[in-house]
């Protein structure tokens, strides 16, 4: 089965600064990588998602690239914010499986 | 709409004891999800379901049982409460329209086994 792999664990920046997270895959078939921010307390929110047949995504200050010959994907946020910091999370699943795998979440924080 | 709602929020368990959480959406999703979430170690699939009538088991599914006899509602049991089923539980669902792939998470329920 699928199996993710995100790194880092935690990830601590200045405001105003790029932040990345990357995660690996396993299975080659997967088609479908979405994003969550997960706030303290909160339950876990999608932020934004891209398809296999898509080599980059944008939307605003973040942004997905995948490259599914090494079956890597990462997140960039750019000019981050202190509102920023929460848990993000990768995962991936072959589309109409629905078995959708996580990683195991980065900590970001934003330091004004 | 009130997305996807979950109860109980909070419930302690006796190890032994059964219980069922409840999950409810009103979105018409075809697409539930049960997820546990446990410090360090993300959001594991438990069980889920592609339509009524229809459900799998994820990476976790051993001690828990699902049923989907409606659209709207996606109950999780547990059959014999263990410790090692203390955890918070986000329950899931999607829509199969273009541009509404990403899951719409419930509140959670924590749950703890004494």
């Known amino acids: 089965g699928e199996n993710v792999e995100q790194h880092p664990s935690t990830l601590s920046v200045q405001e105003g600064d790029s932040a990345v997270i990357k995660c690996t895959y396993s299975?080659?078939?997967?088609?479908?990588f979405p994003w969550y921010k997960q706030e303290l307390g909160k339950r876990p929110q999608l932020i934004i998602d891209i398809r296999s047949n898509v080599g980059e995504k944008k939307d605003q200050r973040i942004a997905v690239t995948l490259n599914k010959t090494a079956k890597h994907f990462s997140l960039h946020i750019t000019e981050t914010q202190p509102e920023d910091s929460a848990v993000y999370f990768c995962a991936a699943t072959l589309y109409n499986t629905d078995k959708l795998i996580f990683g195991t979440g980065t900590r970001l924080q934003v330091f004004p | 709409n009130a997305g996807v709602t979950q109860t109980p929020k909070f419930q302690v368990l006796k190890t032994g004891q059964s219980m069922t959480l409840q999950c409810a959406q009103d979105m018409n999703h075809e697409y539930m999800s049960w997820y546990r979430q446990d410090p360090g170690m993300g959001l594991r699939l438990i069980h889920y379901?592609?339509?009524?009538?229809?459900?799998d088991q994820g990476e976790v599914p051993n001690g828990y049982n699902v049923s989907r006899s409606t659209t709207e509602d996606f109950p999780l049991r547990l059959l014999s409460a263990a410790p090692s089923q203390t955890s918070v539980y986000f329950c899931?669902?999607?829509?199969?329209?273009?541009?509404?792939?990403?899951?719409?998470f419930g509140s959670g329920t924590r749950l703890t086994v004494v």
């Open positions: 299975d080659s078939a997967s088609n479908y």
């Open positions: 899931a669902s999607r829509g199969d329209r273009a541009g509404s792939y990403g899951y719409t």
């Open positions: 379901s592609v339509g009524a009538g229809i459900t």
